[in-house]
């Protein structure tokens, strides 16, 4: 009881602290039983839940049976033990499964298919080493580890016996909860629902009962590592499946991107530094040209075709909620796998290759560099400046008195360039990923425009 008060109490105070920084919250006046919203939890948490539920049937189940034979008592200490150790195993692969479910979740979203498969690989990797050394540490020292919880010699030999057998089940059932982690954080939560009742609702209780009628002790010692390899296996041919299919629609979205034919219209994307001026150098470069520019403006259309608030799109629309990719994969996400900020970034990639598609254009920000690469004749271009003089801008001309106004700088860039690696998985404000960078404070704003009007008018 006291353990998991201290644990509340840590994780409102986290709350507490984190609070101006995250959407998170525990007020009652954002609790909602809209149909989405409690389908979406119910589709992630339900799954969840019931495995919780028959790991604790399951070992009543198993306990009863061994209670039935000659010495149960013995045999049940030696379970206890056991199912104490396979705990400790259970909830380190749990926490790495569930560890990296937002990532995947995130990563699916935004359709980066490569992250997707790297995040999964290496958490593969990283519980296959685990339980292969947790695996040799038991069945070279099965009786040392259950002499660490209790000390009575016949209990400590059945024990010994009853943990090298079960130990096998550390394998399976660590790459099963992988597996099961991943089709929760894809939105996938009836295949995830389906595998846990398998699991322990089906395969476990079967086995328990027939291997107990043939072989009675012996067999029940095998229960739990039989029933996580056949539950691994089930799991592993799902997820062949769901690769195949995830594979073919990659496949056939690249097809279709290949097919988009690149527009003949000119376009000049600008990133910049905050407070370096490059939305007043967008506007001044598109009105030298005679051509639209696009910033503020492109928060209704994307507003529009999202079905997302302007508000929402205003304040997240080029700008992450968190400055880490850990930080924003933890954003919720539907049924289909997508979060809100995952709906407006495929909204705003259509907005904007439909805006470069009808005319030249100048637009600023919002990752435009990066998703008109290969449907527009793109100039792309980084403004930048130093701290001090982006400084002296936004207070000057934004009129914002922040007490310190370089932190305010640095906040806002890290949001910025969390949000463009996040989508792009390219470095925001690397030369190399733009045709020409900008010094805004060392060569004025109207340098700035004439660089890049002249570049425009001589490339063309």
Known sequence: MLSNVVSMLYFFVILARMRKTTILTLSPRRFSLRKEVSLSTLSVGFPAALSVLLVSVSISLLNGLLLSHENGNILSAAYGVTSKCGTIALHISIGIAQGVMPLIGYSYGAKDHKRVHAVCRLSFIILTIFSVVFLAVVQMFPGPIVRLFIDHEQTIAVGSVFMRCWSWCVIGMSLFNMYNSIFQAVGKWKISLLLAVLRLGVIFTVLSLALNTLFGVSGLMWVQAITDTLSCL?????????????????????????????????????????GSGGRTIGKEVAARLGIPCYDSELIDRIAAESGLAKEY???????????????????????????????MWLAQKKVIADLAAAEPCVIVGRCADYILRDVADCMTVFVHASDEKRAERIVSVYGEREESPVQRLHDKDKKRRAYYELYTGSDWGAAQNYALCLDSGKIGIDGCVNAITELYKHSA
């Open 234 to 274: 089930i799991a592993m041919a799902l997820y062949r499946h769901f690769k195949k299919s995830l594979a073919a629609e990659f496949a056939r979205e690249d097809r279709l991107a290949a097919q988009t034919p690149v527009t003949a219209n000119r376009i000049i994307a600008i990133s910049r530094q905050f």
């Open 313 to 343: 799109v205003e304040k997240y629309g080029e700008s992450a909620a968190a400055d880490s990719l850990y930080g924003n994969a933890v954003a919720g996400r539907g049924r289909d796998g997508q979060s809100v900020a995952d709906k």
